[in-house]
C-alpha cells in the first residue's frame, strides 16, 4: 500500500498542471490510502488485547483526523508563503512531504510483530499465536 501511495504521489507530482496526470495521481494515491484504512484496523484488532481492542481501533480514525487536519494546516501555510500562482512549489511542497510518512510507516513495519491469525494459519505456529 506505501508503495501503491508513493507512485501516486510522483504521478501528482511531475503532473505540471496537466489535470488528467493529477486526477490519476489521486486515484493511485486514493488506492494505497484504502487499502491502509482497510488493513490497519484488521490489523489493530487482531493483536489488540481484549480490553482496548475498541480503544486501539478508535484511536486510530482518529490520527487520522489529526493527520487531515494537519495537512490542511500545510495546506495554508504553503498557500500563504507562495503566492504567486505559477509557482508550483505550493502545491508540490505539501505532496512531497507525504513521502516522508511513507518513509517512516515503511521502516517502522520492520518491527511490527506477525498477527496472530498469520501465526496460526500459514506456519502452524500456534503457540505464538496465542
Do not use: H
Not at 85 to 105: D, R, S, V
Amino acid at each position: 500500500a506505501l508503495v501503491v501511495y508513493c507512485i501516486g504521489i510522483t504521478i501528482q507530482i511531475l503532473s505540471y498542471g496537466r489535470w488528467y496526470f493529477l486526477t490519476l495521481g489521486r486515484a493511485v494515491t486514493g488506492i494505497g490510502v484504502g487499502v491502509t484504512t482497510v488493513l490497519v484496523p484488521m490489523f489493530l484488532s487482531e493483536n489488540s488485547p481484549l480490553k482496548i481492542r475498541g480503544s486501539m481501533v478508535s484511536t486510530y480514525q482518529l490520527i487520522v483526523t489529526f493527520g487531515i487536519l494537519m495537512g490542511n494546516i500545510l495546506n495554508f501555510i504553503c498557500e500563504r508563503c507562495y503566492k504567486d500562482p505559477t509557482q508550483n512549489i505550493a502545491w508540490q511542497l505539501p505532496l512531497f512531504l507525504g513521502y516522508i510518512w511513507a518513509i517512516i510507516i515503511g521502516m517502522s513495519l520492520v518491527y511490527v510483530p506477525e498477527s496472530p491469525q498469520y501465526l496460526a494459519k500459514i506456519k502452524n505456529d500456534v503457540p505464538s499465536a496465542k
